[in-house]
């Protein structure tokens, strides 16, 4: 989809930390400085909804997001991580389903 701003990050090498075959990792681009290091997972394909992936896409993403997690609690220092994830939801802007995985600060 043309004017997703997820989907312009899937064809930007430069954003991105974390490449698997069916989802990609980068920064947030706004870092507030109470949780550094917080991360956002997308599917490289555009869908909006969770409810729409197949399970093996479920899979690959929860997995990285694991993976991401423990990687920022080693990377920033903290003592856990919040993620959670957006979809279409009510007063959603970016309709593109995608994790966050924030750093809990202790």
Request: hydrophobic share 55%; with cysteine; aromatic share 6%.
């Given at each position: 989809?043309?004017?997703?701003?997820?989907?312009?990050?899937?064809?930007?090498?430069?954003?991105?930390?974390?490449?698997t075959p069916k989802v990609l990792m980068f920064p947030a681009?706004?870092?507030?400085?109470l949780n550094r290091g917080h991360m956002l997972i997308i599917p490289r394909a555009h869908v909006t909804k969770l409810i729409d992936f197949d399970k093996p896409l479920i899979e690959e993403l929860?997995?990285?997001?694991?993976?991401?997690?423990?990687?920022v609690r080693h990377c920033f220092g903290a003592s856990g991580a919040t993620l959670f994830q957006g979809d279409e939801a009510p007063g959603q802007t970016l309709l593109h389903v995608h994790v966050h995985v924030v750093p809990a600060q202790s």
């Open positions: 989809m043309s004017d997703c701003p997820f989907c312009t990050v899937v064809a930007d090498a430069e954003l991105i930390a974390l490449a681009l706004k870092q507030r400085r929860y997995t990285v997001a694991a993976q991401v997690s423990a990687a």
